[in-house]
């Protein structure tokens, strides 16, 4: 009996290895072996491009946002407090529809998908100008991000891009860093293009000192950063073997104990 359960035993435990994608099961976006990565971009800043589904802050002030430094209205703190207070409730969030256009007070429905924050603020400072004395528009998109895979299980994150120039170091340090199984040496960047199947990969070696010049890459929206998580290949076959060496003591427990109360 005893040689029928190891003989059982190894037969597991070979299939197991056979397949070998427990070994690998929870590691995202794999290449195939001698793929080519696409060339690293230089560091220069690229303007977001406002597309459908953005959520953005939409300021409006006459006179060439006078009232912004109108330090004549209150005097000290309390004054300051009050100019603070007054611009945030002009401060309101507004949603570009599936169609590329957002409503927006008095000109109604407007297209501004495709253009920069730049060009749709001055867009709208020129429709404006026709209710308003030098019109001053300042627009902040606030659904910009990059997904974030620190090589850690269960600790990805999204994180916001609060300024245009965010570097990788900067995005992998707004979370929390590489961690302790992660792959410093296999860092992964995607990024969207015009073909949803055709994404850019971009690898990088974050291990040595010579990988900071591609640490300031700027990232972009919708960017995925991924570092590879390193392979607990004894704990991963723990977990694959261990339910198959309960279930087998199990049966074979079961056996020995109805053989002895036969045998009684």
Do not use: H
């Not at 990565?37 to 953005?56: E, G, R, V």
């Not at 330090?71 to 703190?77: A, C």
């Not at 300024?163 to 792959?183: F, H, P, Q």
């Not at 919708?222 to 570092?227: G, L, N, P, R, S």
């Amino acid at each position: 009996m005893r040689k029928i359960f190891w003989v059982i035993i190894i037969a597991v435990v070979a299939y197991t290895f056979t397949g070998c994608k427990f070994l690998t099961q929870s590691i995202m976006f794999k290449t195939p072996k001698g793929y080519v990565f696409d060339t690293i971009p230089d560091t220069t800043l690229k303007q977001y491009i406002l597309q459908p589904n953005d959520i953005f802050y939409f300021r409006l002030f006459a006179n060439d946002g006078f009232k912004l430094i109108d330090l004549t209205t209150g005097t000290g703190s309390s004054g300051n407090s009050q100019i603070f207070n007054q611009q945030n409730q002009n401060m309101f969030k507004y949603n570009m529809e599936f169609d590329g256009t957002a409503k927006l007070p008095i000109l109604g429905r407007v297209r501004l998908a495709g253009m920069t924050v730049r060009q749709a603020e001055l867009f709208l400072q020129e429709k404006y100008a026709f209710s308003f004395n030098d019109p001053f528009v300042q627009m902040t998109v606030l659904n910009r991000r990059v997904f974030v895979f620190p090589g850690e299980y269960g600790k990805a994150g999204v994180i916001g891009l609060s300024n245009d120039n965010t570097t990788l170091m900067e995005a992998l340090a707004l979370a929390g860093g590489i961690s302790e199984n992660g792959k410093a040496q296999r860092v992964k960047l995607l990024r969207k293009t015009n073909d949803p199947n055709n994404p850019l990969v971009y690898e990088f070696d974050l291990s040595t000192i010579e990988g900071l010049r591609f640490a300031n890459m700027i990232v972009q929206t919708e960017d995925i950063v991924y570092v590879e998580p390193r392979r607990r290949v004894g704990s991963n076959i723990l977990k694959e073997v261990l339910p198959w060496v309960t279930l087998l003591t199990t049966v074979l427990l079961t056996i020995t104990t109805v053989q002895a109360l036969k045998a009684l």
